[in-house]
C-alpha cells in the first residue's frame, strides 16, 4: 500500500494540486494529513475540494483550533490576522457551517492500522497539537515522540521535513505543502511504501510565485507572507 504524507497545507490549493497529481501518478491509496488546512494564504476552498476525492485520514491542526475560536469570538479575529494574515477570515467566510464544523471536530492524535503498519498520526506532538517538533530536537523529545507499539509516528507543525529513528520506531515529519520553511521553494510531502518499508522525502515545484503574488497584494505590511514561498 502507497501513503502520501501531507500537511501544512495553509490554504495554498496551487502547491496541493502539484503534491496531488505526483500522489495519483504514483498510484497512492490514502493520504495521511497532519492537519493545519487552513491559515495563512487564500483558498481553503480549493483545499477541500482538492482532498474531497480521495481517501484521507486527517489531523486537526492548531490553525483548525484558531479556526475555531474565531468562529466562535470574533473578536479573537483580528488578533490571529495581525499575526498570521487573512487566511482565517477567508476560511470563516468561504467555507459551509457544516465545513467548519467537520474542521474544529477533526481528532488529534489518530490512531490508523494500515496494511500491517501501526501508525499514529499527529500535528505537533502526539500530546500537543501546537509543540514544535524540530528535525534538531533533542534524544529526549524524540523517544516520547517514539510511542513504543507504533511502526510510524508522523509529526507536522515546524515546517520542516525531518527523519528520524529511535529503535524500531521512525518519526517523519514529511514537511509543508503550503508554506515550506527550509529555504527550499516548493511543494513538499512524503510517500510511505507500507510492503517495502521504502519512505521518501518529495518537494515538487509549482507556480509559488502567484501566491506569492497573492500574498503581497493582501498584505503587503507582512512581506513574510509571500518571501517564505520563494527564499533559498
Excluded at 506532538?125 to 523529545?141: E, H, K, R, S, T
Excluded at 505590511?221 to 509571500?226: D, V
Aim: a negative charge; glycine letters at 8%; proline letters at 6%.
Amino acid at each position: 500500500m502507497r501513503l502520501a504524507l501531507i500537511g501544512d497545507i495553509h490554504g495554498n490549493s496551487v502547491a496541493l494540486r502539484a503534491v496531488l497529481e505526483h500522489a495519483a501518478s504514483e498510484r497512492v491509496d490514502w493520504l495521511l494529513v497532519t492537519g493545519d488546512l487552513v491559515g495563512y494564504y487564500f483558498d481553503p476552498r480549493g483545499v477541500l475540494d482538492l482532498l474531497a476525492p480521495w481517501r484521507t485520514h486527517i489531523v486537526r491542526g492548531n490553525h483548525e483550533d484558531m479556526l475555531a475560536s474565531a468562529r466562535r469570538d470574533p473578536g479573537l479575529l483580528p488578533r490571529v490576522e495581525a499575526q498570521y494574515g487573512s487566511g482565517l477570515r477567508v476560511a470563516l467566510e468561504s467555507l459551509s457551517s457544516e465545513e467548519l464544523d467537520t474542521l474544529a471536530a477533526l481528532p488529534h492524535p489518530l490512531d490508523i492500522n494500515l496494511d500491517g503498519m501501526h501508525i499514529l498520526l499527529c500535528h505537533g506532538a502526539p500530546w500537543d497539537n501546537d509543540c514544535y517538533v524540530y528535525p534538531d530536537a533533542d534524544a529526549g523529545l524524540m523517544a516520547r515522540c517514539a510511542i513504543p507499539g507504533y511502526d510510524l509516528v508522523i509529526l507536522g507543525q515546524t515546517h520542516y521535513p525531518m527523519v528520524r529513528k529511535t529503535g524500531n520506531i521512525t518519526v517523519i515529519n514529511p514537511g509543508s505543502v503550503g508554506q515550506p520553511r527550509n529555504r527550499r521553494p516548493g511543494a513538499q510531502w512524503a510517500l510511505f511504501d507500507t510492503r517495502s518499508g521504502e519512505l521518501d522525502l518529495r518537494s515538487e515545484q509549482y507556480d509559488y510565485a502567484s501566491v506569492a503574488a497573492e500574498a503581497r497584494m493582501r498584505h503587503p505590511e507582512m512581506p513574510y507572507l509571500a518571501e517564505v514561498l520563494e527564499r533559498v
